[in-house]
């Protein structure tokens, strides 16, 4: 008999963050709204946005009819030396929406987003002939997972494997509640001279757990950061297009940051594509006779015209059916489970920022990745119809905007299941 994809998927494929003796994987043949189908006919709400990806829901036909279009016209073409209106458009379309931003660099994901950041950060004082090198970042943070965004991310079981080729870091805490003070000590002590840029993910840490703090607190940070001459990298990469409630975190922040990394959520989660913008004055220092100056990077499928179609075309989206209206409505729901958890025996804390709900779960032993609750959790929750991934011990529902409230409804009896068993 033939085979079915599952069983060919075991035989041929090897699956990102997956143990190889224990590799099923559900075959996804179908998305409609906030929802995946497989092979059998079930369904699942998929609340974690296909890893935080998908924004107005899955195969969402404006989208999908834009870059039908665009593909019959130019697929794609080399990115220098040459341009297209797609990436022309996009580009302008984002600086709408930073004014302190002048430069958009187009990469391929998250990761590279974030290389590219770090590169700039560092090719810019070199360029003006300061060659720091010192980096600061948050304690638990994740910034992918090529050399130089793990290097700047927390080390865990998920860079143990390459501890001695990571370049040092300065981690500071993170500024969630009661820890402001020590935060900002940490940053003071720490910068320096030789301190080239301070990398963060605003308002929430999401790989590191979703660990959340107040934008008013970053704001302290950066101001001090903008003080001392140092480049502040703002990783929007999960928190960019309306999880924290608003377009982007750092829109609840008073200081602006230097540079934005952009992904995930960019084109709506149909296509793979990053971005990171930059300031004037970060512009500046490649803007030269000096060729030698020139900012060496670049992919294959920079600017990919297919991959900024579709982010044009969730932009519009967003404008057209307002859908920061409907982010503040999952808010609004959050914040009541937030209520109902926060007194839950099985919880050590309860927490929410915009459409974003997490839930620290007690468990015996490890609270970190490998925690056996994980396997638990994974296991429960595609029986119920449900896509939730957890973080260690934090299970946490981040969902397309289009979720119904049925669905959300779904998952939070679903949860409320889970616990009892527990
Ligand atoms: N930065 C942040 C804040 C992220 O959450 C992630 C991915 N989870 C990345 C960067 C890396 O993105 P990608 O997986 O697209 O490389």
Redesign the pocket.
């Known amino acids: 008999m033939a085979k079915t994809i599952s069983e060919r998927d075991k035989n041929s494929v090897w699956h990102p963050f997956t143990p190889q003796l224990s590799n099923e994987a559900i075959t996804i043949v179908r998305g409609d709204g906030a929802l995946l189908f497989d092979e059998n006919g079930n369904s699942y709400v998929d609340a974690i946005s296909s ?3 998908n924004v107005h829901g899955h195969a969402h036909a404006h989208i999908a009819k834009k870059i039908s279009e665009q593909a019959n016209i130019l697929e794609h073409s080399l990115f220098s030396g040459f341009t297209h209106k797609p990436g022309v458009e996009l580009a302008e379309k984002l600086l709408s929406q930073f004014p302190q931003m002048k430069k958009v660099f187009y990469s ?7 290389e590219v950041a770090l590169k700039m950060a560092l090719q810019y004082w070199r360029n003006k002939g300061k060659a720091k090198t010192k980096i600061i970042a948050f304690e638990n ?6 050399f130089g ?1 793990m290097s700047v991310g927390a080390r865990t079981i998920f860079t143990n494997a390459f501890e001695e080729l990571l370049f040092d870091v300065i981690a500071i805490p993170v500024p969630v509640k009661g820890n402001e003070k020590r935060s900002i000590d940490a940053l003071k002590n720490y910068m320096d001279e030789n301190t080239a840029a301070f990398i963060f ?1 605003p308002m929430i ?3 590191g757990g979703m660990v959340m703090y107040d934008a008013s607190a970053l704001d302290e940070l950066v101001w001090r950061c903008m003080e001392k001459n140092i480049i502040t990298i703002a ?5 960019g297009f309306g999880r924290t409630g608003k377009m982007f975190a750092t829109d609840h922040c008073e200081t602006k940051p230097d540079i934005i ?1 952009l ?2 959520g960019l084109t709506g989660g149909f296509l ?1 594509l ?1 971005a990171t913008l930059c300031t004037e004055e970060i512009h500046s220092a490649f803007r030269t006779d000096d060729k030698s100056k020139t900012f060496f990077h670049g992919h294959s499928y920079t600017g990919n015209p297919l991959a900024c179609t579709a982010a044009l075309a969730s932009l519009e989206i967003f404008e057209k059916e307002n859908t920061l209206k409907r982010v503040g409505e999952i808010a609004a729901v959050f914040s009541e489970w937030v209520k109902e958890f926060s007194v839950h025996p099985e919880i050590i804390s309860a927490r929410s920022c915009g459409a974003v709900f997490a839930l620290e779960l007690k468990t015996e032993g490890k609270t970190e990745y490998l925690n056996p609750i994980a396997e638990k959790v994974n296991e429960f929750f595609p029986k119920q119809g449900i896509i939730l991934r957890p973080l260690g011990n934090v299970i946490y529902v981040l969902p397309p905007y289009c979720i119904t409230d049925e669905q959300l409804g779904n998952i939070i009896g679903a949860i409320r299941g889970f616990l009892t068993l527990n």
């Open positions: 890893w935080w990806v391929d994901d998250g990761s590279t987003s974030v943070g994740y910034h992918g997972d090529t965004s993910e840490q999401g790989a990783d929007e990469v999960m928190t990394c992904s995930k793979p990053g």
